[in-house]
T-cell receptor, first 111, second 114 residues
Framework: AQRVTQPEKLLSVFKGAPVELKCNYSYSGSPELFWYVQYSRQRLQLLLRHISRESIKGFTADLNKGETSFHLKKPFAQEEDSAMYYCALFRWPDHTGKLIFGQGTTLQVKP | EAQVTQNPRYLITVTGKKLTVTCSQNMNHEYMSWYRQDPGLGLRQIYYSMNVEVTDKGDVPEGYKVSRKEKRNFPLILESPSPNQTSLYFC?????????????FGDGTRLSIL
Protein backbone atom coordinates (compact mmCIF):
# COMPACT_ATOMS: atom_id res chain seq x y z
CA ALA A 1 0.00 0.00 0.00
CA GLN A 2 1.12 3.52 -0.66
CA ARG A 3 2.24 5.40 2.39
CA VAL A 4 4.24 8.35 3.61
CA THR A 5 6.57 8.04 6.57
CA GLN A 6 7.93 10.87 8.65
CA PRO A 7 10.17 9.10 11.14
CA GLU A 8 10.53 11.96 13.61
CA LYS A 9 7.60 13.09 15.74
CA LEU A 10 9.62 15.96 17.14
CA LEU A 11 12.69 17.74 15.89
CA SER A 12 14.23 20.31 18.19
CA VAL A 13 17.02 22.63 17.01
CA PHE A 14 18.54 25.92 18.02
CA LYS A 15 18.01 29.09 16.05
CA GLY A 16 20.52 29.32 13.21
CA ALA A 17 21.11 25.58 13.02
CA PRO A 18 20.38 23.59 9.85
CA VAL A 19 17.13 21.69 9.67
CA GLU A 20 16.20 18.53 7.82
CA LEU A 21 12.74 17.03 8.17
CA LYS A 22 12.67 13.55 6.72
CA CYS A 23 9.99 12.15 4.46
CA ASN A 24 10.00 8.75 2.78
CA TYR A 25 7.26 7.40 0.57
CA SER A 26 6.32 4.13 -0.97
CA TYR A 27 4.73 4.31 -4.40
CA SER A 28 5.89 2.71 -7.60
CA GLY A 29 4.12 5.10 -9.95
CA SER A 30 4.64 8.82 -10.61
CA PRO A 31 4.37 10.64 -7.30
CA GLU A 32 3.61 14.26 -6.69
CA LEU A 33 5.06 15.30 -3.34
CA PHE A 34 4.11 18.23 -1.15
CA TRP A 35 5.07 19.76 2.16
CA TYR A 36 2.29 21.40 4.20
CA VAL A 37 2.88 23.46 7.33
CA GLN A 38 0.57 24.10 10.24
CA TYR A 39 1.49 26.94 12.58
CA SER A 40 0.04 26.87 16.05
CA ARG A 41 -3.77 26.91 15.95
CA GLN A 42 -3.84 27.73 12.25
CA ARG A 43 -4.95 25.91 9.13
CA LEU A 44 -2.67 23.74 7.08
CA GLN A 45 -1.11 25.62 4.22
CA LEU A 46 1.05 24.54 1.35
CA LEU A 47 4.73 25.18 1.90
CA LEU A 48 6.10 23.76 -1.31
CA ARG A 49 5.65 21.10 -3.95
CA HIS A 50 8.36 19.22 -5.75
CA ILE A 51 7.07 20.00 -9.22
CA SER A 52 7.59 23.74 -8.81
CA ARG A 53 11.12 23.41 -7.41
CA GLU A 54 10.70 26.65 -5.48
CA SER A 55 12.28 27.80 -2.27
CA ILE A 56 9.68 29.09 0.17
CA LYS A 57 10.71 30.83 3.39
CA GLY A 58 14.19 29.43 2.85
CA PHE A 59 12.97 25.82 2.71
CA THR A 60 13.79 23.48 -0.15
CA ALA A 61 12.99 19.87 -0.86
CA ASP A 62 14.33 17.58 -3.56
CA LEU A 63 12.55 14.52 -4.77
CA ASN A 64 14.91 11.55 -4.76
CA LYS A 65 13.18 8.77 -6.64
CA GLY A 66 16.02 6.34 -6.04
CA GLU A 67 15.73 6.67 -2.28
CA THR A 68 11.98 7.47 -2.44
CA SER A 69 12.53 10.49 -0.25
CA PHE A 70 11.45 14.11 -0.19
CA HIS A 71 13.28 15.63 2.74
CA LEU A 72 12.64 19.25 3.70
CA LYS A 73 15.72 21.35 4.39
CA LYS A 74 16.61 24.80 5.60
CA PRO A 75 20.19 25.95 6.22
CA PHE A 76 19.43 28.31 9.13
CA ALA A 77 16.35 27.73 11.28
CA GLN A 78 14.35 30.68 12.61
CA GLU A 79 12.08 30.71 15.65
CA GLU A 80 9.08 31.45 13.43
CA ASP A 81 9.67 28.13 11.67
CA SER A 82 8.34 26.33 14.74
CA ALA A 83 5.30 24.44 13.50
CA MET A 84 3.95 21.03 12.51
CA TYR A 85 5.11 19.88 9.09
CA TYR A 86 3.34 17.28 6.98
CA CYS A 87 4.68 15.52 3.93
CA ALA A 88 1.98 14.45 1.47
CA LEU A 89 1.84 12.24 -1.61
CA PHE A 90 -0.51 12.43 -4.57
CA ARG A 91 -0.54 9.35 -6.74
CA TRP A 92 -0.66 10.22 -10.39
CA PRO A 93 -3.01 9.21 -11.90
CA ASP A 94 -5.50 8.62 -9.11
CA HIS A 95 -9.24 8.44 -9.52
CA THR A 96 -9.81 9.27 -5.84
CA GLY A 97 -7.93 12.56 -5.86
CA LYS A 98 -6.55 11.61 -2.49
CA LEU A 99 -3.58 13.18 -0.74
CA ILE A 100 -1.79 10.71 1.52
CA PHE A 101 -0.29 12.42 4.54
CA GLY A 102 2.54 11.37 6.79
CA GLN A 103 2.20 11.41 10.56
CA GLY A 104 3.70 14.87 10.82
CA THR A 105 6.84 16.26 12.46
CA THR A 106 6.78 19.03 15.01
CA LEU A 107 9.70 21.39 14.52
CA GLN A 108 10.72 23.30 17.60
CA VAL A 109 13.28 26.06 17.10
CA LYS A 110 14.78 27.22 20.36
CA PRO A 111 16.25 30.71 20.82
CA GLU B 1 -10.90 36.29 -0.32
CA ALA B 2 -10.61 32.68 -1.47
CA GLN B 3 -11.22 30.43 1.46
CA VAL B 4 -12.69 27.32 2.99
CA THR B 5 -14.97 28.08 5.93
CA GLN B 6 -15.86 25.57 8.63
CA ASN B 7 -18.38 25.94 11.42
CA PRO B 8 -18.35 25.57 14.31
CA ARG B 9 -14.71 25.99 15.25
CA TYR B 10 -15.23 24.29 18.61
CA LEU B 11 -17.95 22.01 19.90
CA ILE B 12 -18.39 20.02 23.07
CA THR B 13 -21.32 17.63 23.01
CA VAL B 14 -22.52 14.32 24.39
CA THR B 15 -22.61 10.82 23.02
CA GLY B 16 -25.49 10.15 20.66
CA LYS B 17 -26.50 13.72 19.94
CA LYS B 18 -26.49 14.26 16.20
CA LEU B 19 -24.29 17.05 14.94
CA THR B 20 -23.29 18.62 11.64
CA VAL B 21 -20.09 20.43 10.81
CA THR B 22 -20.52 22.71 7.84
CA CYS B 23 -17.92 23.39 5.19
CA SER B 24 -18.17 25.95 2.44
CA GLN B 25 -15.72 27.08 -0.24
CA ASN B 26 -15.95 30.10 -2.52
CA MET B 27 -13.45 29.03 -5.17
CA ASN B 28 -15.77 26.98 -7.38
CA HIS B 29 -13.70 23.89 -6.61
CA GLU B 30 -15.03 20.55 -7.72
CA TYR B 31 -13.12 18.41 -5.21
CA MET B 32 -13.79 18.55 -1.47
CA SER B 33 -12.64 16.35 1.33
CA TRP B 34 -12.85 15.82 5.08
CA TYR B 35 -9.93 14.78 7.28
CA ARG B 36 -9.48 14.10 10.94
CA GLN B 37 -6.21 14.89 12.65
CA ASP B 38 -5.11 12.81 15.63
CA PRO B 39 -1.77 12.89 17.47
CA GLY B 40 0.68 10.42 16.00
CA LEU B 41 -1.66 9.48 13.16
CA GLY B 42 -1.46 12.59 11.00
CA LEU B 43 -4.38 13.43 8.76
CA ARG B 44 -6.69 10.66 7.69
CA GLN B 45 -9.31 11.11 5.03
CA ILE B 46 -12.90 10.50 6.09
CA TYR B 47 -14.90 11.19 2.92
CA TYR B 48 -14.31 12.96 -0.34
CA SER B 49 -16.37 14.34 -3.17
CA MET B 50 -15.23 14.65 -6.76
CA ASN B 51 -18.20 16.85 -7.68
CA VAL B 52 -21.82 17.59 -6.89
CA GLU B 53 -23.74 14.45 -5.92
CA VAL B 54 -20.55 12.36 -6.11
CA THR B 55 -19.16 11.27 -2.76
CA ASP B 56 -17.07 8.33 -1.64
CA LYS B 57 -15.48 6.86 1.46
CA GLY B 58 -11.96 7.67 2.50
CA ASP B 59 -9.86 5.71 4.96
CA VAL B 60 -11.94 6.18 8.12
CA PRO B 61 -15.60 6.69 7.13
CA GLU B 62 -17.26 4.72 9.94
CA GLY B 63 -19.64 6.83 11.98
CA TYR B 64 -19.74 9.69 9.47
CA LYS B 65 -21.95 10.80 6.62
CA VAL B 66 -21.59 13.54 4.03
CA SER B 67 -23.63 15.13 1.31
CA ARG B 68 -22.80 17.30 -1.69
CA LYS B 69 -25.98 18.89 -2.97
CA GLU B 70 -24.26 22.09 -4.02
CA LYS B 71 -20.77 22.65 -5.31
CA ARG B 72 -19.75 25.01 -2.54
CA ASN B 73 -20.96 23.01 0.48
CA PHE B 74 -19.82 19.71 1.92
CA PRO B 75 -21.23 19.11 5.42
CA LEU B 76 -19.95 16.36 7.68
CA ILE B 77 -22.65 14.62 9.69
CA LEU B 78 -22.19 12.58 12.83
CA GLU B 79 -25.53 10.79 13.33
CA SER B 80 -24.65 9.31 16.71
CA PRO B 81 -21.32 10.70 17.91
CA SER B 82 -19.12 8.62 20.16
CA PRO B 83 -16.07 9.56 22.26
CA ASN B 84 -13.67 8.01 19.72
CA GLN B 85 -14.76 10.71 17.30
CA THR B 86 -13.22 13.36 19.51
CA SER B 87 -10.71 14.93 17.16
CA LEU B 88 -9.70 17.93 15.09
CA TYR B 89 -11.47 17.97 11.74
CA PHE B 90 -10.38 19.73 8.57
CA CYS B 91 -12.29 20.35 5.40
CA UNK B 92 -10.30 20.89 2.21
CA UNK B 93 -10.98 21.70 -1.40
CA UNK B 94 -9.11 21.55 -4.67
CA UNK B 95 -9.90 22.65 -8.21
CA UNK B 96 -10.40 19.10 -9.41
CA UNK B 97 -9.76 15.69 -7.96
CA UNK B 98 -7.60 14.60 -10.85
CA UNK B 99 -5.16 17.48 -10.82
CA UNK B 100 -2.20 18.16 -8.58
CA UNK B 101 -3.04 21.70 -7.60
CA UNK B 102 -2.62 22.41 -3.89
CA UNK B 103 -5.47 21.78 -1.50
CA UNK B 104 -6.95 24.65 0.47
CA PHE B 105 -7.83 23.86 4.07
CA GLY B 106 -10.32 25.29 6.49
CA ASP B 107 -9.35 26.47 9.96
CA GLY B 108 -10.43 23.23 11.58
CA THR B 109 -13.19 22.16 13.94
CA ARG B 110 -12.29 20.75 17.32
CA LEU B 111 -14.93 18.28 18.45
CA SER B 112 -15.12 16.84 21.95
CA ILE B 113 -17.64 14.03 22.47
CA LEU B 114 -18.28 13.29 26.14
Amino acid sequence: AQRVTQPEKLLSVFKGAPVELKCNYSYSGSPELFWYVQYSRQRLQLLLRHISRESIKGFTADLNKGETSFHLKKPFAQEEDSAMYYCALFRWPDHTGKLIFGQGTTLQVKP
Amino acid sequence: EAQVTQNPRYLITVTGKKLTVTCSQNMNHEYMSWYRQDPGLGLRQIYYSMNVEVTDKGDVPEGYKVSRKEKRNFPLILESPSPNQTSLYFCASRIQGYDTQPQHFGDGTRLSIL
